[in-house]
Every structure is written in C-alpha cells, then in structure tokens.
C-alpha cells in the first residue's frame, strides 16, 4: 500500500471507527465495507468531515453476487458501489453496502447526502430490482415502464420475458410472451496458428 492510501487508510479509521466493516485496498484505490443501518452517517461523515471532504458522488452502482466466484462466495446477494472523489484532497474512495435481504433488497436512499444519487438509484432499481428507500422519486429510468422484471441480475433470462411489437390492427404497441427458443450459446474462437508469437 502506497503512503497516500495508508494516510487514507488511517483518516477513515480515525472518523469513522467500527462503523468500517471491512477495508481492502486494490490497484491502488481504497474500498471500505459499511452496514446498511450505518449508510447515511457514514456518507455524511466522508462528505463533511474536515479530513475526508469527499464532496462529490462520482457513481452508484447495483452488484448482484448471487454467483460470484462461481457460487462459492456466501452472504448477502445484492450490494450498492459509492464511488466518492475529494477535490481538495485528491483523493477517491468507494464505499460497499449490502441489502440484508435478498428477495427483496432495501437500502436507504442518498439523495439528501448527494442529490446527484437520484438518477443513480433510479438506474440500480431498474435494472437490479435494488428499492431506496425515501427517495423522491423511484420509477424505471432505462426500460420501459412496462418491462417485466430487472435485467442485470443473473437471473434473468437473457432473451428477457415479454416482446413488445406494432400491432397494425390494434394500431398500437402491445407486450406478448417471448417467441425466441432459448438456447445457449458458447463463443467459437479461431486463431492462426502462430497467433501473438513475434518473429
């Protein structure tokens, strides 16, 4: 660990204690693992404490884990990713909170800390089914509002559950049971035989 992240290191363990599940560093960025009932205070400590002043949300982002590291991971199935950047210290950090339910995950939402997060949420929710609670507005941003479901999970069918076509004699969209097979599908790779020797 390089000195920057070890003075960063010592300045989260110094303003936030035990309230730090777990701390990692990797690839020369700090991430640091916090309880969900711990979210909002911990967000507004990094935010306003005079030695963090991470004052920016650079990026929020849904995680589904439920077969990470092909199954062999246990523990909660959805997280949300805070990417924070201090300007004045030049400094980044992400923060990692797990939804403790799995069938339906609930975090708080962090659109009083940032209001940036709005949109953020809005696309975890989307495309996770990951529900903040108290945000302002928590409706799809990227799928239709009648779309079935949340596709980045890993569960969800690759060729999805409903289609939507024209249809010329209703005269208007309508949503039917998809009509593809599914199938799965293994890349075919085919190289040169001397493919990235040098001569």
Known sequence: M???LE????SLLTALGT??????SALDEMTIEVRSADLGDVLLVLRDHPGLRFDQLMDLCG???SDYKEGERSGS?????????????????RVR?????????VLPSMVGVWPAANWYEREAFDLFGIVFDGHPDLRRILTDYGFVGHPFRKDFPLSGNVEMRYDPEQQRVIYQPVSIEAREVTPRIVREANYGERA
């Open 2 to 4: 390089n000195s920057s």
């Open 7 to 10: 003075s960063l290191s010592v």
């Open 19 to 24: 309230r730090i599940v777990r701390q990692t």
């Open 63 to 65: 995680l589904d884990y």
């Open 77 to 93: 199935r959805f997280a949300v990713v805070y990417h924070l950047l201090s300007v004045a210290k030049n400094r980044r950090v």
């Open 97 to 105: 909170v797990y939804a403790e339910e799995d069938d339906f995950p």
